[in-house]
Every structure is written in structure tokens, then in C-alpha cells.
């Protein structure tokens, strides 16, 4: 997907880490406002919103307004090219068949095949709601993601379904 001026985007701290929430986890979410040439380089500006560090919300005011991470695609003087900036696409568009997934997820119960089909999965894998990991629950590590719950409380709010 092409970001361009108005895109909501993440920007990840390091490119070897993509984590949504946890400890690894280390980005900021903004709005770009424009692309500018900086220190050689065409860099994104970015008005931030919300800041991630170490898998916590940091307060507004102790991060910085606006950052200027590299377009992707520009080469690094490491040999790489950079890709660390990403449409934020965690506004998928929430549906009851996501919520009782979300929901069974949260209470930890078993997912059942007929529950959750493998685009079910996908989808909700790449917005960041679930995630998989090396804990032991009923669905053999799957659960939902701090992201994915605070989506899913939205969600369910706008629905007239808790207050």
C-alpha cells in the first residue's frame, strides 16, 4: 500500500523488530504530513500520536511531535533498504464473527475449526489483534494482543454492547 501525505502509519524503531505490544516492542503511530528531503535522503514526516516503548503508552509531551524516518525503499549505508514505516492498518473493519473469536480468545477458551477459518486467521494476524506464542493455553499459544482487545472494547462499545 502507498503511503502518501494523510496516511496513518507505524513507524518501528528497529527493523528487526515489528512487535505490537510487549516488551520488544518499540514504535510510533502518526499521521504523515509530508515527505522532505533531510540529511541527503527523501524522509516521511510524521505528526505522532501515540508512542510505544518497551510495550508501554508513553505519556504525551515525553516524546517528540514529529519524526522524520527514511521513505521506504531508500538504501542504508549498511547495505539494507529500509521498510520501517507501515500503513497502520489496524482499523480493520471489525465484524461479529472476529468479535466471538476475539471474545473466546479472551477467556481463554478452545477455538474450534468451524470458529475460525485460516482467512480468519490471517486477517487477524496482520492487523496485530492475536498473535502466536510459546505460551500453553487451549489454543496451543494463540491469543489476542493488547491492540486487538482495546480494538475489540471499541468495537464493542460503538455497539451498544458494554459501556
Not at 504530513?33 to 503508552?57: F, L, M, N, P
Not at 505519556?59 to 525503499?73: D, H, K, L, M, R
Not at 486467521?121 to 486487538?148: C, D, F, P, S
Given at each position: 500500500?502507498?503511503?502518501?501525505?494523510?496516511?496513518?502509519?507505524?513507524s518501528?524503531d528497529?527493523?528487526?523488530?515489528?512487535?505490537?505490544?510487549?516488551?520488544?516492542?518499540?514504535?510510533?503511530?502518526?499521521?504523515?504530513?509530508?515527505?522532505?528531503?533531510?540529511?541527503?535522503?527523501?524522509?516521511?514526516?510524521?505528526?505522532?500520536k501515540?508512542?510505544?516503548?518497551?510495550?508501554?503508552?508513553?505519556?504525551?509531551?515525553?516524546?517528540?511531535?514529529?519524526?522524520?524516518?527514511?521513505?521506504?525503499?531508500?538504501?542504508?549505508?549498511?547495505?539494507?533498504?529500509?521498510?520501517?514505516?507501515?500503513?497502520?492498518?489496524?482499523?480493520?473493519?471489525?465484524?461479529?464473527?472476529y468479535?466471538?473469536?476475539?471474545v473466546?480468545?479472551?477467556?481463554?477458551?478452545?477455538?474450534l475449526k468451524?470458529d475460525?477459518?485460516?482467512?480468519?486467521?490471517?486477517?487477524?494476524?496482520?492487523?496485530?489483534?492475536?498473535?502466536?506464542?510459546?505460551?500453553?493455553?487451549?489454543?496451543?499459544?494463540?491469543?489476542?494482543?493488547?491492540?486487538?482487545?482495546?480494538?475489540?472494547?471499541r468495537?464493542?462499545?460503538?455497539?451498544?454492547?458494554?459501556?
Amino acid at each position: 500500500m502507498d503511503i502518501k501525505i494523510g496516511t496513518k502509519v507505524r513507524s518501528f524503531d528497529f527493523h528487526y523488530m515489528r512487535d505490537l505490544d510487549g516488551p520488544r516492542s518499540c514504535y510510533m503511530e502518526g499521521i504523515v504530513t509530508g515527505i522532505e528531503k533531510v540529511q541527503g535522503c527523501d524522509r516521511y514526516v510524521i505528526e505522532v500520536k501515540r508512542c510505544i516503548s518497551g510495550g508501554e503508552d508513553i505519556a504525551s509531551g515525553e516524546f517528540p511531535s514529529t519524526i522524520y524516518p527514511p521513505v521506504n525503499g531508500t538504501p542504508t549505508s549498511m547495505g539494507r533498504i529500509t521498510d520501517g514505516v507501515e500503513v497502520n492498518i489496524m482499523r480493520f473493519p471489525m465484524n461479529h464473527r472476529y468479535a466471538l473469536i476475539l471474545v473466546k480468545l479472551i477467556n481463554n477458551e478452545k477455538l474450534l475449526k468451524r470458529d475460525m477459518d485460516p482467512f480468519d486467521m490471517v486477517a487477524l494476524t496482520q492487523v496485530g489483534a492475536i498473535k502466536r506464542t510459546n505460551n500453553e493455553n487451549k489454543n496451543r499459544g494463540l491469543i489476542i494482543t493488547q491492540a486487538g482487545k482495546r480494538r475489540f472494547v471499541r468495537w464493542a462499545q460503538k455497539e451498544g454492547m458494554v459501556a
